[in-house]
């Protein structure tokens, strides 16, 4: 049978902290992916730590949140806790580095292409430029290839922009979002 992780948010007015319980049959099931069961599942279930991650207002809750995990009575040892918040811990540490790759990734793929598209967008001024040149073409077809010439050397130039620009912020929220549920005080408690 399969875990069935459900998670239930609960704002306290008094500390305006942010509880999470999740009910695992395994403390691994913390760390593993599950797809949603239609069948089964919650609406509102959250199956994992990194789905947990991925709530885009997470982030700014997380330094007062606290992680209660409920796991069936014969799962827990006087170690358990413990052995829960490294894997936690090691577990955000680990989703740290693989952000941090990603961005060094992107931005190595973005600077290329950027260094790529001005080349490219260079020879489109200079084709543009040579193209208004031609007088044995008439006027108008002159134009529209100039014109056309430097927008091809403008669209070469949108993704290599995108991806320094607007693509980078993922990496950045991601890693930011682990860094703080790595700090997350954890507890655990048997499943009545």
């Not at 599942?41 to 730590?49: A, E, N």
């Given at each position: 049978?399969?875990?069935?992780?459900?998670?239930?948010?609960?704002?306290?007015?008094?500390?305006?902290?942010?509880?999470?319980?999740?009910r695992v049959n395994d403390l691994r099931d913390l760390f593993r992916e599950r797809e949603f069961d239609p069948f089964t599942?919650?609406?509102?279930?959250?199956?994992?730590?990194a789905q947990l991650a991925q709530l885009p207002h997470l982030a700014?809750?997380?330094?007062?949140?606290?992680?209660?995990?409920?796991l069936p009575q014969e799962q827990i040892a006087p170690e358990t806790e413990a052995r829960a918040q490294r894997a936690?811990?090691?577990?955000?540490?680990?989703?740290?580095?693989?952000a941090r790759r990603k961005l060094v990734a992107m931005r190595w793929v973005g600077l290329r292409g950027l260094f790529i598209g001005v080349?490219?967008?260079g020879l489109s001024l200079v084709a543009s430029t040579a193209a208004q040149r031609l007088f044995w073409?008439?006027?108008?077809?002159?134009?529209?290839?100039?014109?056309?010439l430097v927008v091809a050397g403008w669209v070469i130039m949108?993704?290599?922009?995108?991806?320094?620009v607007q693509g980078l912020w993922p990496h950045w929220e991601e890693e930011r979002t682990f860094k703080a549920m790595s700090a997350v005080q954890l507890s655990v408690q048997p499943d009545c």
């Open positions: 049978m399969t875990s069935r992780l459900v998670a239930e948010w609960l704002v306290m007015a008094e500390d305006s902290s942010t509880e999470v319980t999740i599942d919650d609406l509102d279930s959250v199956s994992s730590l700014s809750k997380l330094k007062t949140a606290k992680l209660r995990i409920l936690l811990e090691r577990y955000c540490e680990h989703m740290v580095t693989e080349l490219f967008f073409i008439p006027e108008d077809l002159r134009l529209l290839v100039s014109e056309s949108w993704q290599p922009l995108d991806t320094l």
